[in-house]
T-cell receptor
Framework: DARVTQTPRDKVTEMGQEVTMRCQPILGHNTVFWYRQTMMQGLELLAYFRNRAPLDDSGMPKDRFSAEMPDATLATLKIQPSEPRDSAVYFC??????????FGPGTRLTVL | GENVEQHPSTLSVQEGDSAVIKCTYSDSASNYFPWYKQELGKRPQLIIDIRSNVGEKKDQRIAVTLNKTAKHFSLHITETQPEDSAVYFCAASTNTGFQKLVFGTGTRLLVSP
């Protein structure tokens, strides 16, 4: 049963520190999405890639967030510097162009 | 851009009753409508989806209906069980070639024994 994996599962850091979250999409999926989930904003799309090329990152604060896909098996989301308002659960999802998206377990980020 | 509204925000039913969650969308070009179930502390899981070329799809106790003219779609759960308790999200695809989804705000379903 193929699944999206994410690391770390939990991260507690102090304001100003760099945070890197990693995602391994399901093998063969060509589209990768990064979402942020909070109680107030629900599920927000931050960025997504197709065939490793960034298609849309309009949901990300550009000054502090960056997303990359170094290869087909790894997607990363970085926050530098982190702020308390970045505290949320960050989900990665992968899929094919047919539309289905499968979510990873998420990274729970707490910025103190 | 696409906007998805979801109602109700919370829904409480007795075990065995049916539950219905409704969503409306704004982009008439949307053609893919998935539903996700998210249990506390877990990932959203795809439970059923429908494409714009059909009006209804059923999988055991869950079904989804789509009315393209009115731009709304609904999730129906029959014979609810306590393990159905979760937050349910609807979503609609945007008018791009890469199936970006816009999510509703979620419905918290509580099934009481």
């Amino acid at each position: 049963d193929a699944r999206v994996t994410q690391t770390p599962r939990d991260k507690v850091t102090e304001m100003g520190q760099e945070v890197t979250m990693r995602c391994q999409p399901i093998l063969g999926h060509n589209t990768v999405f990064w979402y942020r989930q909070t109680m107030m904003q629900g599920l927000e799309l931050l960025a997504y890639f197709r065939n490793r090329a960034p298609l849309d990152d309009s949901g990300m604060p550009k000054d502090r967030f960056s997303a990359e896909m170094p290869d087909a098996t790894l997607a990363t989301l970085k926050i530098q510097p982190s702020e308390p308002r970045d505290s949320a659960v960050y989900f990665c999802a992968s899929g094919l162009t047919a539309g289905e998206q499968f979510f990873g377990p998420g990274t729970r980020l707490t910025v103190l | 851009g696409e906007n998805v509204e979801q109602h109700p925000s919370t829904l409480s039913v007795q075990e065995g009753d049916s539950a219905v969650i409704k969503c409306t969308y704004s982009d008439s070009a949307s053609n893919y409508f998935p539903w996700y179930k998210q249990e506390l502390g877990k990932r959203p899981q795809l439970i059923i989806d429908i494409r714009s070329n059909v009006g209804e799809k059923k999988d055991q106790r869950i079904a989804v209906t789509l009315n393209k003219t009115a731009k709304h779609f609904s999730l129906h759960i029959t014979e609810t069980q306590p393990e159905d308790s979760a937050v349910y999200f609807c979503a609609a695809s945007t008018n791009t070639g890469f199936q970006k989804l816009v999510f509703g705000t979620g419905t918290r379903l509580l099934v009481s024994p």
